[in-house]
């Protein structure tokens, strides 16, 4: 089976940098996915990695090794509106590109 | 990105009776499409996953006979909840993907549907 772990909650400051991590047990590892959800919404996508490394999408990086099974988000010049729910998700073999998410980061910004 | 459309929005049940809820891939051909449930503050559950002409393939623990998925086209699929009973009020969503293979990378979802069984 799947399995990913990522805190829980997180606080920090407007304007400052935070990271939140993921690790995940699977089998048929595709990629790690990241999604934004803010409350009664539903899930938007962030960002993928396939190969290990870092990929930069404007305020939001995110980055893989595929040999410790770790991957993170990092979110920098944190605004307000960044408080969310944060997911990661781990895509893998199952017949048809199946994405299981992981138990979700709520992140607070405060001013 | 491509656009997932999820209705409806919000709907409010009888205990007993059954609810349908659509999931459309409005400008893309979606193969293959996941229904997935989410508990308040609680991550998202994979339910099922909805393959277009054969049937869904249901994860553990989940009643095919009352989550009822159909993938008539490549476009829609539907989710009937059945005998709705207040243990079922939750969010569902679907997301869609485009093919099978690992390259396409990214799930689109659509917008959630609040199900409150009274």
């Known amino acids: 089976g799947q399995s990913l772990e990522q805190p829980s909650e997180v606080t920090a400051v407007e304007g400052a940098i935070v990271q939140i991590n993921c690790t995940y047990q699977?089998?048929?590892?595709?990629?790690l996915s990241w999604y934004q959800q803010h409350d009664g919404g539903a899930p938007t996508f962030l960002s993928y990695?396939?190969?290990?490394g870092l990929e930069e999408t404007g305020r939001f990086s995110s980055f893989l090794s595929r040999s410790d099974s770790y991957g993170y988000l990092l979110l920098q010049e944190l605004q307000m509106k960044d408080s969310a729910s944060y997911f990661c998700?781990?895509?893998?073999?199952?017949?048809?590109?199946?994405?299981?998410f992981g138990t979700g980061t709520k992140l607070q910004v405060i001013p | 990105g491509a656009v997932v459309s999820q209705h409806p929005s919000r709907v409010i049940c009888k205990s007993g009776t059954s609810v349908k809820i659509e999931c459309r891939s409005l400008?893309?051909?979606?193969?293959?499409m996941f229904w997935y449930r989410q508990f308040p503050k609680k991550s998202l559950m994979l339910m099922a996953t909805s393959n277009e002409g054969s049937k869904a393939t249901y994860e553990q623990g989940v009643e095919k006979d009352k989550f009822l998925i159909n993938h008539a086209s490549l476009t829609l699929s539907t989710l009937t909840v059945t005998s709705a009973h207040p243990e079922d009020s939750s969010f569902y969503i679907c997301s869609a993907s485009r093919g099978r293979r690992s390259s396409n990378t990214e799930a689109f979802f659509g917008q959630g549907t609040r199900l409150t069984v009274v």
């Open positions: 400008d893309f051909q979606a193969t293959t």
């Open positions: 998700a781990v895509s893998h073999s199952g017949g048809y590109q199946k994405v299981t």
């Open positions: 699977t089998s048929g590892f595709y990629g």
């Open positions: 990695n396939a190969l290990d």
